[in-house]
């Protein structure tokens, strides 16, 4: 079992929808990341937390420690919202090496 | 943008030979990364550096070596390509403080 999974592995949702992906852990963490992977390749931090709640403009992400459980939420969705979100655990220790989960493919279609 | 380049961006090489893939930043940042990337496995962690010549291994280290002789190279090598290193490299940095890590473009390797 990976220690990071991520649901569903694909979503497909129409323009104006709220979309939720879910991220579960289980091992202790330092932080956790939210990652977004455009349709070209390249990688863009989203999110970095370890508590709470984080919000940058139509993305929300949340975290619950007790549960190790992440929610990146994202309102009002649009067409370049389609991308691949990636939750990336941070173990602590030495540097900030990271576990990754496989990723979720959102399409959002207008 | 974080300054991070990769270079080359694409290659084709021939099983048996040798490759270097190099990382390039100009933000001073203290820990560099080489993860991987393939269907079904996400990313996973190659090597890593915390500093000028001092580097540890990650989950998938067998078939690479790594050198960082100066704060912003970071060399990813390949000593004798093998079909199954048919991959996307990717390179990252982080700042220690922050913990946040920024990714190069991407390198994508075909070895046939």
């Known amino acids: 079992k990976n220690e990071v999974e991520q649901s569903p592995q694909n979503l497909t949702a129409q323009e104006g929808e709220f979309i939720t992906i879910n991220c579960s852990y289980s091992?202790?963490?330092?932080?956790l990341h939210w990652l977004q992977q455009h349709p070209g390749g390249g990688i863009v931090s989203l999110f970095m937390?370890?508590?709470g709640k984080k919000k940058h403009g139509r993305l929300i992400a949340t975290i619950n420690i007790q549960e190790k459980h992440s929610s990146l939420h994202i309102t009002a969705s649009h067409p370049r919202d389609s991308a691949v979100y990636i939750c990336?655990?941070?173990?602590?220790?030495?540097?900030?090496?990271?576990?990754f989960g496989e990723g979720t493919q959102l399409t959002v279609n207008p | 943008d974080a300054g991070i380049t990769q270079s080359p961006r694409h290659k084709v090489t021939e099983t048996g030979t040798p490759v270097t893939l190099r990382c390039h930043q100009t933000?001073?940042?203290?820990?560099m990364y080489w993860y991987r990337q393939d269907p079904g496995h996400g990313l996973r962690l190659i090597h890593y550096?915390?500093?000028?010549?001092?580097?540890d291994k990650g989950e998938v280290s067998d078939g690479y070596s790594v050198s960082r002789s100066k704060t912003e190279d970071f060399l990813l090598t390949l000593e004798s390509a093998t079909s199954s290193q048919t991959s996307v490299y990717f390179c990252?940095?982080?700042?220690?403080?922050?913990?946040?890590?920024?990714f190069g473009p991407g390198t994508r390797l075909t070895v046939t």
């Open positions: 990252a940095i982080s700042d220690r403080d922050t913990y946040e890590q920024y």
């Open positions: 091992v202790g963490i330092s932080a």
């Open positions: 937390l370890s508590s």
């Open positions: 990336a655990v941070a173990r602590g220790g030495s540097g900030s090496r990271l576990t």
């Open positions: 933000e001073n940042h203290r820990y």
């Open positions: 550096s915390y500093g000028v010549k001092d580097t």
